[in-house]
């Protein structure tokens, strides 16, 4: 065989292999999304009558569709009337919920948005008797929602001032200076720091504020170095790291298939904050991504605990900031590569 007849051989061999693991892993991923989303239950209109599986799963149409309710109250004008078929869905969600797992704090979050709705129509005069005998139900059939005067829902009212006078803070130094990390020194994160970060990405924005993003934390050398092990990304500096958070979203949140990327958008977007969070605490950090094939990904769950329901985002290395260090530049794009502003209206959409 020619020199050159073999190198085609193995030039097609590995164009195959490449291939045919693209094709696992896709499966990988739609594999996990049909068995861990409750992507089938828009056939039944989001209703769950005892169909979907799992809690998280329940409390994520609870979650999406109270949430639905609340931003429709926030609008300038909201219809007297509106959301019927929504609201009884939400009620019907939110005693099944009850029955089948007991309380949660998201029903709270229902309930509070129910008797704003009640409310809002009550002053309109639209609202419909029958809704509001279930509304008034709710607190008969769920104990724990009696004679709770909650505020965990409605809207909030502003003023402009009062709104700008919270955005006054200079983020260009604060964006500028934030820069990977892969040199720490030795004094320890404390824990309560790494929650505290944990509890401001919690303010970052998620589809219907379903806040499918969880972190675990590592915390401290020996268990963050036994983290790393899984990850690839980290050689030459892992050693230093002091705790690794492992950001990830729950499939069990999503149901519906054109949601079926949205696990990484909204995972995404909470390891950002998180990150801008530590940096704030002054803890350093560097991201570590989990662009791994299924074997990796299942290892890492099965030795951590991670539900199988959950895509790992990427790892967060955490460290103290050494008295001197180096970082990568890492320098930008130009503007004129960074973005392209519209020249003029899209024709209306006809879909
Ligand atoms: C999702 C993601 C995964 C990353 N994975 C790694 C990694 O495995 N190892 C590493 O050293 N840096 C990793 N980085 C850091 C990037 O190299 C770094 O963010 C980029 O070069 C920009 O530099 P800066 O963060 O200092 O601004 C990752 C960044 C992101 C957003």
């Keep these: ?12 061999f590995n164009f195959v292999q490449i291939f045919c693991e693209l094709f696992r892993q896709v499966l990988y991923d739609w594999g ?61 969600n939110v005693l099944e919920y009850y029955q089948r797992f007991a309380f949660n704090s998201r029903l709270e979050i229902a309930y509070a948005v129910l008797q704003k709705y009640e409310e809002f129509n009550s002053l309109h005069n639209s609202l419909d008797q029958e809704l509001e005998d279930s509304i008034n139900n709710l607190e008969k059939e769920i104990i724990e929602l009696k004679n709770l005067k909650t505020q965990a829902a409605g809207i909030i009212e502003f003023t402009k001032q009062e709104y700008l006078d919270k955005t006054k803070i200079d983020l260009e130094e604060f964006f500028m200076n934030r820069y990977s990390m892969r040199q720490f020194s030795d004094q320890k994160v404390d824990l309560k720091d790494l929650q505290k970060a944990i509890y401001l990405a919690s303010k970052t924005p998620s589809v219907c504020n379903r806040q499918c993003y969880h972190a675990f934390v590592a915390n401290g050398k020996e268990k963050a170095s036994s983290v790393l092990t899984y990850q690839l990304g980290n050689r030459g500096f892992g050693d230093q790291v002091d705790s690794v958070i492992t950001v990830t979203a729950d499939l069990s949140c999503f149901f519906s298939s054109s949601e079926r990327n949205q696990a990484w958008i909204d995972g995404g977007l909470y390891a950002m904050s998180l990150i801008y969070a530590l940096h704030s605490l002054g803890i350093a950090s560097c991201p570590l991504n989990w662009s791994v094939n299924p074997k990796r990904d299942l290892a890492l769950k099965d030795a951590s605990g991670i539900p199988h329901s959950h895509s790992i985002i990427m790892m967060i290395a955490c460290g103290h900031i050494k008295d001197e260090f180096t970082v990568a530049k890492s320098k930008r794009k130009p503007m004129e590569e960074l ?4 020249d003029k209206p899209l024709p209306k959409c006809s879909l």
């Design 1 to 12: 065989m020619t020199q050159s007849l073999k190198y085609r051989l193995k030039f097609y």
């Design 32 to 92: 996990r999304f049909r068995k861990f989303s409750s992507y089938a239950i828009s056939i039944f209109y989001l209703q769950s009558n005892g169909r979907v599986q799992t809690s998280y799963q329940l409390l994520a149409l609870i979650q999406a569709d109270a949430h639905k309710i609340e931003k429709a109250l926030a609008i300038t004008n909201p219809r007297p009337g509106f959301g019927v078929a929504v609201v009884k869905r939400l009620i019907a």
């Design 339 to 342: 973005c392209t502003i519209m």
